[in-house]
Structures are given as structure tokens and as C-alpha cells.
């Protein structure tokens, strides 16, 4: 019996030991909940925007209560449970915060194809994914539509060549075109450009053939539009003393103008992985940081007595802060630029109060701050690979510590490139393949041979000539850098020239980049056991992006193209409606051009009706074209499934139709290897920028 109740104290004291060795490890952890805070805003805004449909009074209510409870709680929690009240406590201040955000950008939304005048103050200028020129209006007028029914904004692509038209924000300008809804995804689970438009108030989207009309000249009231003039005649400026595409890519380095940049120099920058170099990012942002720091420190410091009576860093960290500012004001408050120069700011911020200027904590602390100003930017790309880039490099600095001063003098600068590349690449591979559905085979190859021209040659010089514009004597400055952005872009162009340059990845199912995340956090931030809890979250959302499957077969959202999978890939019904074609393939992780993939075998037939068989034995049956609905009733019979793109009266029986009608209230239509059929509204439900399925109207 002894032996008994020793063995059972024993087991006690162990169990007591776990309990208290667990307890101080949540005392520890809530020293850190500075760090787990944009994890915990994070996962709330994940939250709202993963909810099926718009989240209502009771979610509202709910995540209210949660806050109240951790604030009341908080005060009388022991020091463990504080930090599990701290993280709950961002979660529901995240989920409020999207769900304020996304009402408080509630603008009128076309509801029907318009055909008319469009009258409108330009307030940004890009290019298509087609390379045309592209302008967005607000101050909308549209012809017999009310102001509460226009648009806040319209974003037209300008279909002709206009050279004596050169937009210029501010102009009121008025052409006539068409404009449609902003397009519904082009499959279910599929990226949402809706949602896209509603954070950007992005009401229609459409296209003109006719000329632009200047109404009215730019006015010089408002301080955003002042800086996008000026980024624009800066633009202008480059563009004319560096010529061809070496001055577009200048351009947009300096001003982030990318209306120059054609779509071929863009294939080669995404193919060799350089496309983050002609994109405002951090990168940029600390490269004008840095360089202004160490120019204005060197200066000091080559200032005699005063610099060992002045505080130098910090006046040199207060003069970064200012270029930094005024670089994001000639940039423009787009959500990138906004995010480095945060990260940038907080950085400098740190140096000027004594801390660490490249921590995790000033990481975590921009992080957190944009995700409170604008919580939709935990979705773009652009947050999630910056962030994973920057955090990812901070962890391997202590390490770095270490083995570096065993590596000879000469050779560590080398090696540190070497480092950064492999590390930040190895950290955004994952997010760029399930973003874009491409991984840059050579991408470690194009980074070192562009990236050390492009901090040590093209941005100073670009700084410089943006210092000496004002006195004309820029010349000299922008010849440097434009010999600089023409070595990139022939580094772009000769890896993007390599065989397999270009790896496809198909598209991820919805939680795993979520999952991903998560687990990467845990597996940083967590102590002990729980580093091996992330790191085995991660490697199951590997595993669940593997095992996925794409549907074995696909409808578009007004049955404009149907694509079925064979054992060669997936054919298409038509090699037109090219942009849900060019997405359908993308997902499937291939590289064929919509034009080849519908010559694959699977659809036969005459060009309006197109068959093909479904596994199951059924008939496939696609009717498109004009009289299209006229040729149903030849077709509906032995439980055919008919996909009509257009629209018609009633439900025939003996066969399964889906006409424009029926696929207005569902949305894109998937069937699953399963035999699952899922349509785009099942997936996200009622939510603002979706609405609930209504008819169409037309005018």
C-alpha cells in the first residue's frame, strides 16, 4: 500500500510539475503579446472574411461580448491567463474592425450592362492586363442614372490609341463606353474580384473605342492628387532622358508609375521572380530609408567636434523619416506602399527611442497597425509575402551571428546576399505559388545577379536624381540608374529564356494558406513544444495542398465556357472568353494557352453545340451562339446535362439545364471528382459585395 501511495504522489507531483511548468510558460508568453497581437487581429479578420455570408446581428453581438469579457476579466486574471484574455481579445477586436471596414466602403454597385457616356475626375492611371492604357474615374455621372444608384467609382480600359490624349489626375474627362458589374469568379472558391472592388469602392468595370474628352483641368485642392501629379510629370520626366523600357521600370522604381511597363517586360520580371523589384515595396521604401540614414550620418559624423555633441543616429534616423514620408506621399497611399512605410517607420521609430530598429516586436507592430487601418490587406499578396520575407529573415539573424564570423571578410557580403535570397525566397514561394500559381525555377539566380545592382547602383542614383531635379541637374544621375534597369531587365530576360523557367502549382483549397500561417506563426513565436505544434500545422497544410483535387468539371458564370478534365488536362469547349479560360488552367497548375486547350479531345460536334461525356455516362451538351435556346429542345433528352449560354423560359424535363437564369442565382457551377456539385453562392453565401442572387436587369 505504500508503494501505492508513493507511486500515486509521484504521479501527482508530475502531473503538478507539467501544470506549473505550463503556467510559466503562459507567463512568458504574455511578456510577448505584443508579438502575438497581429496573429490574434489576424485570425479575426480571417475570420469574418472565411464567415458564410455577411456576418449578422448575433456574430456582432457575440465578438462584443468577447471583447467586454477579456477587459473585465483582465484585470483580475493571474499573469497565464492574461495572455490567453489578450489574444482572444485581438480576435475580436479583428473580426469587429473588418466587419466596420467593409460597411463603412458601402458605395452603389451596377446592377446591368450600361452603354453610354461616362463622365468622371481620373484619379488613377494603369494598364490592363492586356497592356492597355487604363484610367479610373470618381465623381461619377452617368446618362439617366441617379446619383444615389452611380457608382463611386468606374475603372475604364482606353481600346484606342489616343497620343494627343495624356491623362493627368485631377482632369475631368468624358468618353463614351461600357461598363458592367465588377465579374463574379470564375469558379467557386475562386478569387473574387468582387470583393476586390467593394475595398476600393470600385463600382463597374468596362472598356472604351472612342476618344477621351478633357471637361475640366486638374484642380490643386487635394493633397493626394497634387503628389499623383507630381508622380506623374517625375514619371514623365524619367521616361523622356532614359528611354524604352529601361525608363518605365526607373519609373516605377521611383514613383511606382507602371503605365510604361509593357506585358512582355512583366512576363520576364514574374517568370525570373523580379517582379517584386518593380512594385513600391519594403524593399524600396528601406533602400531610400537607408540610403538617406547613412548619407546624413556619414555626414554628420565628417562634421568634427559638433558630431560628438549632436546625436547623430537619431538625427539621421529623424531625416530618413522624412524622405520615407515624402516617398510615400509621391508614391501614393496604395495598400504596399503604405505597408513599407510603415515597417520603415517604425524601424526609424525605434532608433530614435533607443530600441532595436529590426526586431520582431517593430514588425509585429506594423503589422498590427495596418491591419487595424486597413483590415482587407490581409489578404493581397503583397502583405502576406513582405511579412513572411521580413520575419523570416529577422529569425535567421541569430544564427547568422553566429557562423558569420567564421566566413572570411572578402566572401561575407557575398554570403549574405546568398542568405537573404534563399531565406526570403524559401519564405514566399509557398504564397506566390497559391496566389499566382507559378514558381520561378531560377528565381534564386535572377535575385543575386539584379537585386545588388539594384541597392547599390539604381536606387541611390534614383535618390540623387530626385534630390537634384529641382536645379536641372539630374542628367548625370539618371544615366546611372538607367544603365542599371537595363542589366535587370536583361537578367529578367535571360533566366525567363531558361527551359522550365516557369513551374505551374495548382490552386490550393481555401484553408490552407490560412492553416499555413497560422502554423508558421506558432512555430516562431510559441516556446517549447509548441514550435513542434506549428511546424506540424504547417507541414499538414502542405499535405492538404498536395492531396486536393480540382473539379472534373467547370461552368462559367453565364455558361460562356464549359472545361472538363481528361487524362491529357482539362479541354475547353471554345478557345474564346480567354480570361476565365486563362484562370481555369492557372488553378489547374498548368501552362497551356486557352487556344490549345481547347483542342484537346473531349468536345465534339458543331460550334454552337458542343458534346462531350460526363464519367458518369451522361451527355454533355454546351449551346452558345446566336438561337442558341432555339436548339434545347433537340438536346434535352437521356438526362443530358445542357449548359445554355443564354437565357430561356421554363424547365424543360429529360434533361438537367442550366441556362443564364439559373446560373445567375448560383454562380460559376463545379462538379467534384465525387460527383459533388458546387456552385460559387454556396461558397460565400450573401455577403456585401455578393448580394443575394437577383434577376438581372438590362437597359
Known amino acids: 500500500m505504500g508503494s501505492d501511495g508513493a507511486g500515486h504522489i509521484g504521479v501527482s507531483g508530475a502531473r503538478a510539475w507539467r501544470l506549473q511548468g505550463a503556467l510559466a510558460a503562459l507567463a512568458r508568453a504574455r511578456a510577448d503579446l505584443a508579438l502575438w497581437a497581429p496573429v490574434g487581429l489576424a485570425v479575426g479578420i480571417g475570420l469574418y472574411f472565411l464567415w458564410w455570408g455577411e456576418p449578422g446581428d448575433d456574430a456582432r453581438l457575440t465578438a462584443w461580448a468577447v471583447l467586454a469579457i477579456c477587459v473585465l476579466l483582465w484585470w483580475r486574471a493571474s499573469e497565464a491567463a492574461r495572455f490567453a484574455l489578450g489574444v482572444l481579445l485581438c480576435l475580436a477586436i479583428g473580426f469587429l474592425l473588418a466587419q466596420a471596414r467593409a460597411q463603412s466602403l458601402a458605395a452603389p454597385v451596377l446592377g446591368f450592362r450600361y452603354y453610354g457616356p461616362i463622365e468622371g475626375r481620373v484619379v488613377e492611371i494603369d494598364r490592363s492586363g492586356t497592356d492597355r492604357l487604363r484610367i479610373t474615374l470618381d465623381e461619377v455621372v452617368l446618362s439617366n442614372m441617379a446619383p444615389d444608384r452611380t457608382p463611386a467609382r468606374v475603372r475604364v480600359s482606353l481600346h484606342r490609341n489616343q497620343p494627343d490624349f495624356i491623362p493627368a489626375p485631377g482632369l475631368r474627362a468624358m468618353l463614351t463606353g461600357h461598363l458592367s458589374p465588377p465579374p463574379p469568379p470564375a469558379e467557386p472558391g475562386g478569387y473574387d474580384f468582387r470583393r476586390h472592388a467593394w475595398f476600393e469602392q470600385l463600382g463597374a468595370v468596362g472598356y472604351s473605342r472612342n476618344p477621351v474628352v478633357l471637361v475640366a483641368p486638374p484642380v490643386s485642392e487635394d493633397w493626394q492628387l497634387a503628389g499623383h501629379r507630381a508622380r506623374m510629370r517625375l514619371s514623365a520626366s524619367i521616361q523622356a532622358q532614359i528611354p524604352g523600357q529601361a525608363g518605365a521600370v526607373a519609373s516605377a522604381l521611383l514613383t511606382g508609375d507602371r503605365a510604361g511597363i509593357s506585358q512582355a517586360t512583366n512576363e520576364a520580371m514574374r517568370a525570373a521572380n523580379l517582379s517584386h523589384i518593380i512594385s513600391i515595396s519594403g524593399l524600396h521604401m528601406g533602400m531610400v530609408a537607408g540610403f538617406v540614414f547613412a548619407a546624413l550620418r556619414f555626414g554628420l559624423a565628417c562634421s568634427g567636434s559638433l558630431a560628438l555633441l549632436w546625436p547623430t543616429k537619431k538625427m539621421a534616423a529623424a531625416g530618413a523619416l522624412v524622405a520615407a514620408t515624402g516617398y510615400l506621399w509621391l508614391a501614393g497611399p496604395e495598400i504596399a506602399t ?198 506540424g500545422v504547417v507541414v499538414a497544410a502542405f499535405v492538404g495542398w498536395g492531396l486536393a483535387e480540382r473539379p472534373l468539371l467547370l461552368i462559367a458564370p453565364k455558361g460562356e465556357l464549359v472545361g472538363l478534365i481528361t487524362p491529357h488536362g482539362r479541354s475547353l469547349s471554345k478557345p474564346g472568353a480567354s480570361f476565365i479560360a486563362q484562370n481555369w488552367l492557372d488553378a489547374d497548375g498548368e501552362t497551356l494557352r486557352p487556344e490549345e486547350a481547347a483542342t484537346r479531345p473531349a468536345f465534339t460536334g458543331p460550334k454552337g453545340a458542343r458534346e462531350a461525356q460526363l464519367s458518369d455516362g451522361r451527355r454533355l451538351v454546351h449551346l452558345m451562339g446566336k438561337g442558341a435556346e432555339t436548339r434545347v429542345a433537340a438536346h434535352c433528352h437521356d438526362g443530358a446535362m445542357l449548359i445554355l449560354a443564354a437565357r430561356t423560359q421554363g424547365a424543360p424535363s429529360g434533361c438537367d439545364l442550366w441556362d443564364q437564369n439559373r446560373l445567375r442565382e448560383t454562380g460559376a457551377l463545379a462538379i467534384m471528382p465525387d460527383g459533388r456539385l458546387v456552385t460559387s453562392y454556396q461558397v460565400t453565401g450573401p455577403r456585401l459585395w455578393v448580394g443575394h442572387p437577383r434577376e438581372t436587369q438590362a437597359q
Open 338 to 535: 503604405e505597408r513599407a512605410y510603415l515597417m520603415a517607420a517604425v524601424m526609424l521609430a525605434a532608433v530614435l527611442f533607443d530600441r532595436r530598429a529590426l526586431s520582431l516586436r517593430s514588425v509585429a507592430m506594423a503589422a498590427s497597425v495596418l491591419l487595424v487601418l486597413r483590415p482587407e490587406s490581409l489578404l493581397t499578396p503583397g502583405f502576406q509575402m513582405s511579412f513572411a520575407a521580413t520575419v523570416a529573415l529577422i529569425v535567421t539573424f541569430e544564427p547568422w551571428g553566429r557562423i558569420s564570423p567564421r566566413i572570411p571578410t572578402t566572401l561575407r557580403p557575398v554570403a549574405m546576399l546568398l542568405l537573404t535570397s534563399v531565406v526570403a525566397g524559401f519564405a514566399t514561394a509557398p504564397i506566390s505559388a497559391a496566389h499566382f500559381n507559378r514558381m520561378s525555377a531560377y528565381g534564386l539566380i535572377a535575385n543575386l545577379l539584379a537585386v545588388p545592382v539594384m541597392g547599390s547602383i539604381v536606387m541611390p542614383a534614383g535618390v540623387v536624381a530626385t534630390l537634384l531635379a529641382p536645379l536641372g541637374l539630374e542628367g548625370a544621375a539618371l544615366w546611372v540608374m538607367g544603365w542599371g534597369t537595363r542589366w535587370m531587365i536583361w537578367v529578367a530576360e535571360w533566366v525567363a529564356g531558361f527551359d522550365q523557367a516557369v513551374v505551374a502549382v495548382a490552386t490550393p483549397p481555401g484553408w490552407v494558406m490560412p492553416l499555413m500561417g497560422l502554423g508558421a506563426c506558432i512555430a516562431i513565436l510559441a516556446r517549447g513544444a509548441g514550435r513542434g505544434v506549428g511546424a
